[in-house]
């Protein structure tokens, strides 16, 4: 894997990668069980074959977040804003696999978090988690059956979230990550400033400076740390290293672990450019 340490970027391109961050970065990468990849450069979706061909899926969508069904379908959002009022519109599309591409949730008013009532991220049985920031920040669950549960959460702005397999949820907020139990109305610090493991090599805002996780075959959970461009891994202990690292001029916003434990990492450059990358467990690397 990735490792060394990275030297602490020309404040230039610190000042330039804080621009390209202003807004909400993509953080997935998929992958359906015929090994097609997905991910977003906020302008379109992307598709990297099982050769590694590489092709757009979706045209001309703001997608930060990705989901894939158990039918491989792939739902994303597109998220816009009124030129000349600024007023934020998103709506949910879904592609199936024979190429059709519907909307779940047509065009309307507001970021999708106004809603909660569609969540990219789902457990093994079929739990639906969103992230809600109005009306004070939440973790709501919504089950297969249609019943609601809402956890708080004491920060003032969640990132994302993941559910592990021990039954819990665990969400990036600001440098911290919370942990929700189902079992308690009010989430707690799991970590706190966890990006004090990376260098601090980026100036972003606390709500940047955690961004994707994901988890491995094991049931480990990694963090992109942008601000510290690296990977954070934590183990079933608790204890967190640094995974793996980004390039100078990189930083990591998403991944995931492939079946055959490849690490693909969503990388953001200095520029504003979107990339992933294969990093195969011999350490041989590919760059799409």
């Known amino acids: 894997m990735r490792t060394g340490s990275i030297a602490v970027f020309a404040a230039v391109a610190v000042l330039s990668l804080a621009k390209a961050v202003a807004a909400h970065p993509p953080v997935s990468v998929v992958m359906d069980s015929r090994g097609f ?3 977003s450069d906020l302008q379109n979706v992307w598709r990297i074959s099982p050769t590694g061909t590489r092709t757009i899926a979706v045209i001309g969508v703001h997608t930060h977040q990705l989901y894939l069904d158990a039918e491989n379908r792939l739902y994303g959002e597109d998220a816009t804003n009124d030129d000349a009022t600024g007023q934020p519109y998103h ?3 879904r592609l199936d696999p024979d190429g059709t591409l519907t909307d779940v949730i047509p065009i309307r008013a507001g970021y999708l978090w106004d809603y909660g009532d569609f969540g990219f991220v789902h457990d093994r049985m079929g739990v639906a988690y ?3 920031h109005s009306g004070g920040p939440a973790l709501v669950r919504v089950g297969a059956t249609g019943k609601v549960t809402r956890t708080t959460l004491p920060r003032p702005e969640p990132g994302f979230a993941l559910p592990t397999p021990d039954g819990r949820v ?3 907020a600001g440098r911290d990550l919370l942990r929700a139990d189902t079992r308690r109305e009010i989430a707690t610090v799991w970590k706190a400033n966890l990006s004090r493991l990376t260098p601090r090599v980026v100036e972003v805002e606390d709500r940047h400076a955690l961004l994707g996780l994901w988890l491995d075959r094991e049931g480990r959970v ?3 740390s942008y601000a510290g461009a690296a990977v954070i891994r934590i183990d079933h202990d608790g204890n967190e290293s640094v995974f793996a690292r980004s390039p100078e001029g990189w930083a990591p916003s998403g991944g995931m672990v492939g079946p055959d434990e490849s690490l693909w990492l969503l ?3 200095l520029t504003g450019q979107v990339r ?3 990093v195969m467990t011999d350490g041989t690397e590919r760059v799409y």
């Open 276 to 278: 992933v990358s294969r």
């Open 37 to 39: 990849v997905y991910y």
């Open 267 to 269: 990388e953001l450059s």
């Open 170 to 172: 665990v969400i990036t």
């Open 130 to 132: 969103v992230l809600q």
């Open 91 to 93: 709506r949910v599309w």
């Open 222 to 224: 990694y963090v992109a």
